[in-house]
């Protein structure tokens, strides 16, 4: 656990003034955790509801839990009172459910819209266009219980430099057309969630201002 703790201030250590950490702890024990906690460190990311649910009901209560994996509309209801942002909010009907749960538990739920420039088909969000469409249409600003609080994005999986540029460029463009649109929590709508272990520098380059980083501080997952 030393040498999660290590991690944790070299890869702080590195992060400009600004940029928030999202430690990715999925698939890492408490105990890993904990240490990291000791650190002073309270945002950790999760994502599977049920290793979330049960890890923040171990785990001190002033832990700001983040989901950041595909969530299924069936593990909405379980995992709303523990979370402090979801990242992943990939289609309207999700949205809609979380802000009908969020409602029923009498609070707001905080979120990030996902959005996909990534070459691989299998990653989850909207396209660039949809969500700008989404929010012109104002349907947002119908979802009381909901803040929008700003898009999460990911590159491609690749070692090609030039396209992951590109990716993060397009997420941090189609953040800055969702900005000028008319928001309701207007305001709040700040977080532009980008960047990984091996790329969180060129995304920081392109305006991250949260990084979500698992391997680097945890250490290689063993599914
Ligand atoms: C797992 C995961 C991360 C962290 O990945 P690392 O390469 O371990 O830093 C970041 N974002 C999302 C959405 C993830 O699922």
């Known amino acids: 656990m030393h040498q999660v703790k290590e991690n944790l201030h070299k890869c702080l250590d590195a992060l400009p003034k600004g940029v928030e950490l999202v430690a990715v702890s999925k698939f890492h024990p408490v105990d890993a955790i904990r240490a990291a906690y000791e650190e002073g460190h309270r945002i950790f990311g999760e994502s599977r509801a049920t290793e979330l649910v049960a890890k923040a009901k171990e785990l001190p209560g002033d832990i700001l839990w983040h989901f950041i994996g595909h969530l299924q509309t ?40 996902q959005v996909h420039v990534a070459q691989e088909e299998t990653k989850f969000g909207f396209a660039p266009d949809e969500l700008i469409s989404l929010v012109e249409s104002g349907t947002l600003n119908k979802l ?4 929008v609080r700003g898009i999460m994005g990911m590159a491609s999986n690749t070692d090609d430099t030039m396209r992951i540029e590109s990716d993060f460029e397009a997420i941090a463009q189609t953040f800055k057309t969702l900005k000028s649109l008319p928001l309701k929590d207007a305001p709040a709508f700040t977080i532009l969630s980008m960047g990984m272990s091996d790329d969180h520098q060129l995304a920081i380059a392109h305006g991250s201002n949260m990084v979500r980083i698992g391997s680097s501080i945890f250490g290689i997952r063993e599914y």
């Open 74 to 113: 069936n593990k909405v209801r379980m995992i709303l009172p523990h979370v402090s942002l979801i990242h992943s909010i990939d289609s309207e009907r999700l949205l809609q459910l979380v802000d009908s749960e969020a409602q029923r538990i009498n609070r707001v739920a905080d979120v990030l819209l």
């Open 144 to 147: 009381e219980h909901i803040r």
